[in-house]
Nanobody
């Protein structure tokens, strides 16, 4: 059974950086495209970034220039690099296999001084 496990969240000051990881256990060949979502307090879950098996990457406008998504060639890990973090980036971040419609458990990111 394929599972997604996020890690790398934590508490960071405004302007700081974090790199989230999403590790895939099981067969990763059919997982792509994949995505990062986040759920801010009191808000609905929202898309942050996507990556395809061919390496096409997109981030939403609200984080463009600060966040980037990448993956290892083997496809077993995808990353979300987050720079210049702002308090409004505080959220639980989830990775998702769009192809299989499965989610990880999420990792908390808190941006606060």
């Amino acid at each position: 059974q394929v599972q997604l496990v996020e890690s790398g969240g934590g508490l960071v000051q405004p302007g700081g950086s974090l790199r989230l990881s999403c590790a895939v256990s099981g067969d990763s060949s059919s997982l792509y495209p994949m995505a990062w979502h986040r759920q801010r307090p009191g808000a609905q879950r929202e898309l942050v970034a996507t990556i395809t098996g061919g390496g096409s990457r997109k981030v939403v406008n609200s984080v463009k220039g600060r966040f980037s998504v990448s993956g290892e060639n083997a496809g077993n890990v995808i990353y979300l690099q987050m720079n210049d973090l702002k308090p409004e980036d505080t959220a639980v971040y989830y990775c998702k296999s769009i192809q299989l419609d499965i989610w990880g458990q999420g990792t908390q990111v808190t941006v606060s001084s």
